[in-house]
């Protein structure tokens, strides 16, 4: 079974920079995972920042940026906001139309 | 503009069967995969199924195999889960999305319908 890893939590202050990773219990995460990140906050459905590893989304400001840093996925977030403040998630296409979310970051801004 | 609504949620009873539908518009329907992913109270985002642009290919996760069957009408630009045999573990938030196939990801997502098991 995949397991695809994430920080439970993190902390950021505002205007700060945070990097939010993704990982595979066991192997490594490349592009040919498409990694792709979602974000939601409470009652809201999930919103599509980044795909294919380092694509913005159409209308996701550039203080979202994807990455591959070391053996996993990366999203860093320059400049936080207070709005920032939600879960993160990852996912990682696995082939034969299977996806496996990340567990999941939450991300308090303060 | 694209749009995805759910419909269908509600209560129901281990053991029991609900179907959830999505109604899509301001796209080509036919042309794009689909997918329901979940999240459980308390708990992250679980992918569910997902079904090819004319319903020859379907997957699903393990939790879910054999239990929940996922469809589609071309026709009526709406895909459909129905699901059997639920279980407590199965009350979630249930989301319907579109999926960019090009680079394998969930572009557009719906609201949600909420389907709560409990006796």
Redesign the interface.
Known sequence: ?TVVTQEPSFSVSPGGTVTLTCGLRSGSVSTSY?P?W?Q?TPGQ????LI??TN?R?SGVPDRFSGSIFGNKAALTITGAQADDES?Y?C?L?MG?????????TKLTVL | QVQLVESGGGLVKPGGSLRLSCAASGFTFSDY?M?W?R?PPGK????VS?I?SSSS???Y??SVKGRLTISRDNAKNSLYLQMNSLRAEDTAMY?CARV?WN??????????ALVTVSS
């Open positions: 079974q498409y792709s979602y939601q459905a999930p919103r599509t795909y294919s694509t989304s879960d998630y996912v296409y034969s139309g299977i996806w496996v979310f990340g567990g999941g | 995969y997918s992913i999240r992250g985002l679980e992918w997902y090819s290919y379907t997957n996760a393990d989301y960019d680079s394998d990801y969930f572009d557009f997502w719906g609201q949600g």
